[in-house]
């Protein structure tokens, strides 16, 4: 296990922080606003995936919880704005426990803004093993990987830093970590320059679920963060571990299921299919890329065109001209 406490640099990052902050000043005023959710109008859903693993759907981010005698795992927090009807359904489900973990996949504000609530609304385990325990009971442990940590400390991109109790109390930096709670042995894996340079996905051993974060999305296109490490042939690579992970469906009993970023609960066969869509199209930008076209010439020629349908979009923050360009750039076109 690589894990250690993180130690926020803040102090050290005052002065890089407030210049990027110049810096990001000029490139906010030159984007739209985000879009944000009516969060007001929309409730929270919860749908039994297998054993006691449950998917939440709300605003942002799926969140994952698995609950026990032990108390409460969540992966994933939402926006902020969704943390008090959240908790409520996780208070709901598992009969008032105690939120001891919390699992971040990336770094985006719609999987970690809740963190802060989470964490307060939570309770580390104190006895035994399990490392933080140096921290005091401060709340739900948070972990996450080391990159996640270190964007959130300070000023990245157009992201303010976050609130230092939003920051993730643990973090790792190898190829992957386990906690073992409530009897199930769950695994962080870590997927390279896939969706970000921080992607984490959580495959529960015993209930056989995998929560993939937005390495796996089935309502767009892969969205591949390039500012922050993401990468087609990551995102690739990362369908591909899914698919060695999970077991399809057999006749009589149920295979692994796969909880998406974004999108319906999933299973190996969807993941295949959606794997090859984007692998498919890959090849297409690259044969195209080989011959020599640019950019503009290879979004007319309409590389996904016959995915479209499904998967497209023409407005909103990923649109399908976003994705073939996040393809071509990292596969090294100019
Ligand atoms: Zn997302
Ligand atoms: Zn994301």
């Known amino acids: 296990m690589n894990r250690r406490v993180f130690l926020h640099p803040r102090v050290a990052l005052v002065a890089a922080t407030m210049s990027a902050a110049v810096l990001s000043g000029i490139v906010t005023a030159q984007q739209a606003p985000p879009q944000q959710p009516n969060f007001d109008a929309i409730n929270v859903r919860s749908f039994k995936v297998q054993d006691n693993v449950y998917m939440l759907a709300g605003a942002g981010g799926n969140v994952t919880m698995q609950f026990g005698n032990d108390g409460v795992l969540v992966v994933d ?12 359904e996780i208070a709901r489900l598992s009969g008032n426990k105690p939120i001891r973990y919390v699992i971040n996949t990336h770094v985006h504000p719609d999987h970690v803004g809740g963190n802060e609530r989470f964490r307060r609304a939570g309770r580390a385990i104190v006895a035994g093993n399990v490392a933080g325990d140096v921290r005091g009971n401060e709340g739900a442990t948070v972990i996450a990987h080391e990159t996640v940590a270190a964007r959130m400390s300070q000023q990245d991109g157009t992201t303010p830093p976050a609130p230092g109790g939003a920051i993730p109390t643990e973090t790792f930096f190898g190829e992957s970590d386990e906690v073992f709670f409530n009897g199930e042995a769950v695994r962080l894996i870590h997927q390279p320059a896939a969706h970000t340079d921080g992607d984490v996905m959580v495959f529960f051993r015993k209930s056989d679920v995998i929560a993939t974060g937005d390495v796996y999305v089935n309502t767009s296109y892969p969205v591949i963060d390039t500012a922050r490490g993401g990468t087609i042939n990551g995102i690739i690579a990362g369908l591909n571990r899914i698919i060695e992970i999970t077991v399809p469906r057999d006749k009589q009993e149920g295979g692994t299921m796969v909880i998406p970023g974004h999108g319906r609960i999933a299973d190996e066969a969807d993941v295949v299919e959606y794997r090859d869509m984007v692998t498919i ?20 020629a309409g590389p996904t065109s016959d995915y479209d349908g499904r998967y497209g ?12 360009e996040a393809v071509y750039r990292t596969l090294g076109g100019k």
Do not use: E, H, P, Y
Request: charged letters at 25%; zero cysteines; a positive charge.
């Open 313 to 324: 979009a023409t407005s909103g923050f990923w649109t399908t001209d976003n994705f073939v």
């Open 281 to 300: 199209i890959r090849d297409r930008v690259r044969d195209m890329m080989k011959k020599g076209m640019t950019l503009q010439q290879i979004k007319a």
């Open 77 to 88: 927090t939402q926006f902020a704005q969704m943390a008090d009807k959240l908790l409520a």
